[in-house]
Protein backbone atom coordinates (compact mmCIF):
# COMPACT_ATOMS: atom_id res chain seq x y z
CA UNK A 1 0.00 0.00 0.00
CA UNK A 2 1.56 3.62 -1.03
CA UNK A 3 0.77 6.00 1.46
CA UNK A 4 0.79 9.57 0.37
CA UNK A 5 2.29 11.87 2.99
CA UNK A 6 1.55 15.48 3.38
CA UNK A 7 4.49 17.97 2.48
CA UNK A 8 5.00 19.57 5.85
CA UNK A 9 7.61 21.90 4.43
CA UNK A 10 4.82 23.82 1.44
CA UNK A 11 2.22 23.77 4.56
CA UNK A 12 4.94 25.56 6.61
CA UNK A 13 5.46 28.00 3.70
CA UNK A 14 1.67 28.93 3.22
CA UNK A 15 1.32 29.39 6.96
CA UNK A 16 4.30 31.61 7.36
CA UNK A 17 3.69 33.56 3.90
CA UNK A 18 0.18 34.29 5.25
CA UNK A 19 1.52 35.42 8.69
CA UNK A 20 3.75 38.19 7.27
CA UNK A 21 0.76 39.37 5.13
CA UNK A 22 -1.43 39.52 8.16
CA UNK A 23 1.26 41.45 9.68
CA UNK A 24 1.73 43.18 6.98
CA UNK A 25 -1.50 44.76 6.64
CA UNK A 26 -2.13 45.17 10.37
CA UNK A 27 1.14 47.20 10.85
CA UNK A 28 0.27 49.44 7.56
CA UNK A 29 -3.29 50.06 9.33
CA UNK A 30 -1.67 50.69 12.78
CA UNK A 31 1.14 53.46 10.75
CA UNK A 32 -1.73 54.67 9.20
CA UNK A 33 -3.47 55.37 12.36
CA UNK A 34 -0.67 56.74 14.25
CA UNK A 35 0.38 59.15 11.28
CA UNK A 36 -3.02 60.47 11.49
CA UNK A 37 -3.00 60.78 14.73
CA UNK A 38 0.47 62.81 14.99
CA UNK A 39 -0.68 64.54 11.72
CA UNK A 40 -3.34 65.80 13.47
CA UNK A 41 -1.42 66.63 16.66
CA UNK A 42 0.98 68.91 15.07
CA UNK A 43 -1.30 69.89 12.22
CA UNK A 44 0.63 68.20 9.64
CA UNK A 45 -0.61 68.98 6.10
CA UNK A 46 -2.96 66.57 4.62
CA UNK A 47 -0.91 66.15 1.14
CA UNK A 48 1.91 65.07 3.32
CA UNK A 49 -0.19 62.94 5.36
CA UNK A 50 -1.24 61.06 2.84
CA UNK A 51 2.15 61.03 0.61
CA UNK A 52 3.77 59.35 3.72
CA UNK A 53 1.41 56.85 4.51
CA UNK A 54 1.75 55.65 0.87
CA UNK A 55 5.41 55.60 1.05
CA UNK A 56 4.89 53.61 4.43
CA UNK A 57 3.08 51.21 2.93
CA UNK A 58 4.81 50.33 0.22
CA UNK A 59 7.91 50.27 1.98
CA UNK A 60 5.98 47.20 4.01
CA UNK A 61 5.07 45.65 1.16
CA UNK A 62 8.78 45.47 -0.46
CA UNK A 63 10.20 44.77 2.99
CA UNK A 64 7.02 41.76 3.32
CA UNK A 65 7.51 40.34 -0.32
CA UNK A 66 11.52 40.24 0.34
CA UNK A 67 10.83 38.03 3.69
CA UNK A 68 8.54 36.21 1.51
CA UNK A 69 11.08 35.20 -1.25
CA UNK A 70 13.58 34.39 2.01
CA UNK A 71 10.66 32.14 3.36
CA UNK A 72 10.43 30.09 0.15
CA UNK A 73 14.46 29.35 -0.35
CA UNK A 74 14.67 32.20 -3.19
CA UNK A 75 18.04 33.65 -3.13
CA UNK A 76 17.70 37.20 -3.02
CA UNK A 77 21.55 38.08 -3.89
CA UNK A 78 20.64 36.21 -7.07
CA UNK A 79 17.72 38.53 -7.72
CA UNK A 80 19.50 41.24 -7.03
CA UNK A 81 22.58 40.44 -9.36
CA UNK A 82 19.97 39.44 -11.95
CA UNK A 83 17.87 42.71 -11.36
CA UNK A 84 20.74 44.45 -13.64
CA UNK A 85 19.94 42.54 -16.44
CA UNK A 86 16.11 42.42 -16.29
CA UNK A 87 16.27 46.13 -15.07
CA UNK A 88 15.72 47.86 -18.21
CA UNK A 89 13.10 45.71 -19.00
CA UNK A 90 11.21 46.17 -16.14
CA UNK A 91 12.28 49.83 -16.06
CA UNK A 92 10.02 50.04 -19.83
CA UNK A 93 7.24 47.93 -18.15
CA UNK A 94 6.68 50.52 -15.44
CA UNK A 95 7.79 53.56 -17.15
CA UNK A 96 4.18 55.00 -16.45
CA UNK A 97 4.00 54.41 -13.08
CA UNK A 98 7.92 55.86 -12.21
CA UNK A 99 6.46 58.61 -14.19
CA UNK A 100 3.62 58.84 -12.06
CA UNK A 101 5.59 58.50 -9.01
CA UNK A 102 8.07 60.86 -9.58
CA UNK A 103 5.33 63.26 -10.25
CA UNK A 104 3.45 63.02 -6.77
CA UNK A 105 7.31 64.01 -5.54
CA UNK A 106 7.24 66.93 -7.87
CA UNK A 107 3.96 67.98 -6.95
CA UNK A 108 4.51 67.88 -3.04
CA UNK A 109 7.58 69.49 -3.47
CA UNK A 110 6.25 72.34 -5.56
CA UNK A 111 3.06 72.75 -3.14
CA UNK A 112 0.83 73.91 -6.22
CA UNK A 113 -2.14 71.37 -5.32
CA UNK A 114 -2.68 69.95 -1.97
CA UNK A 115 -5.47 67.95 -0.18
CA UNK A 116 -8.82 70.29 0.15
CA UNK A 117 -8.18 72.93 -2.69
CA UNK A 118 -10.15 73.49 -6.09
CA UNK A 119 -8.31 72.21 -9.63
CA UNK A 120 -9.21 72.05 -12.78
CA UNK A 121 -7.59 69.62 -15.39
CA UNK A 122 -8.66 69.90 -19.02
CA UNK A 123 -12.92 69.68 -19.07
CA UNK A 124 -12.68 67.81 -15.18
CA UNK A 125 -12.70 70.25 -12.26
CA UNK A 126 -12.90 69.34 -8.38
CA UNK A 127 -12.01 69.06 -5.02
CA UNK A 128 -8.51 67.41 -4.07
CA UNK A 129 -9.49 64.33 -1.56
CA UNK A 130 -6.53 62.77 -1.66
CA UNK A 131 -2.87 63.68 -3.42
CA UNK A 132 -1.08 59.98 -3.76
CA UNK A 133 2.44 59.00 -4.92
CA UNK A 134 1.16 57.77 -8.26
CA UNK A 135 -2.59 59.18 -8.67
CA UNK A 136 -4.76 62.70 -7.02
CA UNK A 137 -8.26 61.57 -6.61
CA UNK A 138 -10.82 64.77 -7.07
CA UNK A 139 -14.59 64.83 -6.42
CA UNK A 140 -16.44 67.04 -8.95
CA UNK A 141 -19.43 69.17 -8.02
CA UNK A 142 -21.72 66.26 -8.77
CA UNK A 143 -20.06 63.89 -6.30
CA UNK A 144 -18.04 62.24 -8.80
CA UNK A 145 -14.71 60.70 -7.98
CA UNK A 146 -11.84 61.18 -10.66
CA UNK A 147 -8.63 59.63 -10.53
CA UNK A 148 -6.04 61.61 -12.12
CA UNK A 149 -2.14 59.95 -13.09
CA UNK A 150 -0.26 62.21 -11.73
CA UNK A 151 1.98 62.28 -14.73
CA UNK A 152 -1.11 64.35 -16.28
CA UNK A 153 -0.94 66.85 -14.00
CA UNK A 154 2.99 67.23 -14.31
CA UNK A 155 2.40 66.99 -18.45
CA UNK A 156 -0.80 69.87 -18.70
CA UNK A 157 -2.16 72.73 -17.52
CA UNK A 158 -4.01 72.87 -14.61
CA UNK A 159 -5.75 75.47 -12.92
CA UNK A 160 -5.60 75.80 -8.98
CA UNK A 161 -8.97 77.76 -7.64
CA UNK A 162 -8.04 78.03 -4.40
CA UNK A 163 -4.46 79.09 -3.97
CA UNK A 164 -5.47 82.06 -3.04
CA UNK A 165 -8.00 82.69 -0.01
CA UNK A 166 -9.77 85.12 -2.33
CA UNK A 167 -11.66 84.12 -5.03
CA UNK A 168 -13.50 86.49 -7.72
CA UNK A 169 -17.16 85.66 -9.43
CA UNK A 170 -17.69 87.53 -12.45
CA UNK A 171 -20.73 88.71 -14.76
CA UNK A 172 -21.19 90.27 -17.50
CA UNK A 173 -24.62 92.30 -18.10
CA UNK A 174 -26.35 94.66 -20.71
CA UNK A 175 -27.36 97.74 -19.35
CA UNK A 176 -29.84 99.87 -21.78
CA UNK A 177 -29.02 103.35 -22.83
CA UNK A 178 -32.23 104.55 -20.82
CA UNK A 179 -31.17 103.76 -17.17
CA UNK A 180 -28.65 106.33 -15.59
CA UNK A 181 -25.20 104.33 -15.74
CA UNK A 182 -23.57 106.61 -12.52
CA UNK A 183 -26.61 105.84 -10.11
CA UNK A 184 -27.26 102.03 -11.26
CA UNK A 185 -23.45 101.76 -10.63
CA UNK A 186 -23.47 103.15 -7.14
CA UNK A 187 -26.51 101.23 -6.08
CA UNK A 188 -25.50 97.93 -7.42
CA UNK A 189 -22.17 98.32 -5.74
CA UNK A 190 -23.91 99.36 -2.56
CA UNK A 191 -26.34 96.00 -2.88
CA UNK A 192 -23.30 93.83 -3.60
CA UNK A 193 -21.14 95.11 -0.69
CA UNK A 194 -24.14 93.65 1.67
CA UNK A 195 -24.09 90.01 0.34
CA UNK A 196 -23.20 88.36 3.60
CA UNK A 197 -20.61 86.32 1.37
CA UNK A 198 -18.62 89.12 0.07
CA UNK A 199 -15.81 90.06 1.20
CA UNK A 200 -15.86 93.45 2.83
CA UNK A 201 -12.38 94.25 2.47
CA UNK A 202 -12.37 93.92 -0.99
CA UNK A 203 -14.98 95.99 -2.46
CA UNK A 204 -16.56 94.88 -5.32
CA UNK A 205 -15.72 96.54 -9.42
CA UNK A 206 -18.36 97.67 -12.12
CA UNK A 207 -16.24 97.92 -15.71
CA UNK A 208 -17.32 99.38 -18.83
CA UNK A 209 -16.53 97.00 -21.37
CA UNK A 210 -18.14 97.73 -24.30
CA UNK A 211 -20.81 99.55 -26.04
CA UNK A 212 -23.42 98.68 -28.75
CA UNK A 213 -26.32 99.83 -30.52
CA UNK A 214 -28.57 98.20 -27.53
CA UNK A 215 -26.75 99.72 -24.33
CA UNK A 216 -23.65 99.33 -22.17
CA UNK A 217 -22.19 96.25 -21.63
CA UNK A 218 -20.53 95.71 -17.98
CA UNK A 219 -18.51 93.52 -15.98
CA UNK A 220 -19.00 93.35 -12.57
CA UNK A 221 -17.06 91.60 -9.85
CA UNK A 222 -16.99 90.51 -6.57
CA UNK A 223 -14.90 88.80 -4.34
CA UNK A 224 -14.98 85.34 -1.77
CA UNK A 225 -13.28 82.86 -0.18
CA UNK A 226 -15.74 79.64 -0.57
CA UNK A 227 -15.10 78.35 -4.35
CA UNK A 228 -17.11 75.18 -3.79
CA UNK A 229 -20.00 77.79 -3.60
CA UNK A 230 -19.57 80.22 -6.65
CA UNK A 231 -22.13 78.97 -8.77
CA UNK A 232 -24.65 79.81 -5.95
CA UNK A 233 -23.02 83.00 -5.60
CA UNK A 234 -23.30 83.80 -9.12
CA UNK A 235 -26.70 82.98 -9.04
CA UNK A 236 -26.93 85.60 -6.32
CA UNK A 237 -24.93 87.82 -8.19
CA UNK A 238 -27.49 87.63 -11.06
CA UNK A 239 -30.43 88.20 -8.85
CA UNK A 240 -29.47 91.03 -7.64
CA UNK A 241 -28.15 92.42 -10.74
CA UNK A 242 -31.84 91.75 -12.12
CA UNK A 243 -33.39 93.56 -9.85
CA UNK A 244 -31.07 96.56 -9.55
CA UNK A 245 -32.08 96.96 -13.56
CA UNK A 246 -35.79 96.69 -12.88
CA UNK A 247 -35.90 99.13 -10.20
CA UNK A 248 -33.85 101.37 -12.31
CA UNK A 249 -35.88 101.13 -15.21
CA UNK A 250 -38.68 102.34 -13.31
CA UNK A 251 -37.26 105.16 -12.09
CA UNK A 252 -36.81 106.38 -15.47
CA UNK A 253 -40.58 105.55 -16.53
Not at 10 to 27: D, P, S, T
Not at 67 to 85: A, F, R
Request: net charge neutral; hydrophobic share 45%.
Amino acid sequence: MNLIFPNYQFIENIIAIAVILIVAHVLINVLSYLINKFGAKIELEKTLEYLTKDLVKYLIYIIAFIIILEVIGIDISGILISLGIIGVVIGFAARDVISNFMSGIFLLADKTVKVGEFIGVGNVEGKVKKLGFRTTTLITSDNLVVTIPNSVLSKNPYTNHTYFDETRVDLEVLVPYEIDLDEFKSSLLKTISKLNWVLKDIHPKIFMTEMNETGIKLKISAWFNEYSKIEEYRMDLANVIRKQINISKEKNL
